[in-house]
């Protein structure tokens, strides 16, 4: 069969996105998503979406990364995915979706190309020697680097992605080096899954936007924007000192181009 296809790009994170309204995809098929997502061999991806319907929400996001097994929660996935249900005209301007780690909220520009998704609340934070342990819908490992721009981060972030605490279950490890303007920081990630650098990280950043604030002692409404290396990111949240709450991941969300291939 055909299958009718999108791509999109969150700050340059890439996803293929598929309309499963009607269930025509059967999707437990590692080896099939992995050769889509496969860039010599496929269409190229750092994960697979499927928009299916869902009792009580607007539609359901289910995830896959790109070597085809199901994953935990794709912030910027999910910010492309509420892009891509506009597209379709399942959602207006507002949504209520669910995915992997429960409901969420998102609201599109009016343009369609700005998408400001609500995370899920965060209780726990960890440490792990000098780096923070958090779960922001996927398992996060920050830490303070320096000199970012040129650090190795496929062998340090696989180095630590694979040591003997996270081999098993796997973590996302985000390097953050804070920025002389806007208080933001530059963040680079190795995620689990894709196995290799990508150019943004949605739970990634935000994992990042929580830990600097119990790093810096920050409290009430923040804001925090990010830079990537396929853009900017914003993550705005509410903090008591124990509980973050009201975390919203914002950034661009484009539809790239649409096509058809043979499975």
């Known amino acids: 069969m055909k299958l009718h296809f999108y791509k999109y790009q969150g700050a340059g994170n890439d996803f293929i996105l598929v309309d499963n309204r009607q269930l025509a995809v059967n999707h437990n098929n590692p080896e099939l998503l992995a050769r889509l997502c496969d860039r010599r061999f496929g269409i190229g991806a750092d994960g697979i979406m499927f928009l299916q319907n869902a009792d009580g929400y607007d539609f359901e996001m289910v995830y896959y990364n790109a070597d085809g097994n199901p994953s935990s929660m794709c912030g910027n996935g999910g910010r492309c995915i509420v892009a891509f249900a506009r597209h379709l005209n399942v959602i207006g301007n507002e949504t209520e979706f669910v995915a992997v780690d429960g409901p969420h909220y998102a609201k599109i520009s009016a343009e369609g190309n700005w998408v400001s998704l609500q995370m899920i609340n965060v209780d726990v934070v960890e440490r792990d020697g ?47 080096e804070a920025l002389a303007e806007n208080n933001g920081y530059f963040v680079r990630t190795f995620e689990r899954g894709v196995e290799d650098e990508t150019f943004a990280c949605g739970t990634g950043v935000t994992a990042v936007a929580l830990a600097m604030a119990s790093q810096n002692n920050q409290t009430g409404s923040i804001t925090t924007p990010i830079k990537v290396l396929g853009g900017d990111l914003n993550i705005r949240f509410n903090y008591d000192g124990e509980r973050y709450t009201e975390i919203f991941l914002e950034g661009p969300a484009e539809r790239v181009f649409e096509g058809y291939i043979e499975i």
């Open 130 to 176: 000098e780096a923070y342990v958090l779960n922001t819908g996927s398992p996060h490992y920050v830490t303070l680097a320096q000199n970012l721009e040129s650090k190795d981060v496929y062998n340090d972030g696989s180095a630590i992605r694979n040591n003997n605490t996270y081999k098993t279950n796997g973590i996302n490890v985000n390097f953050v």
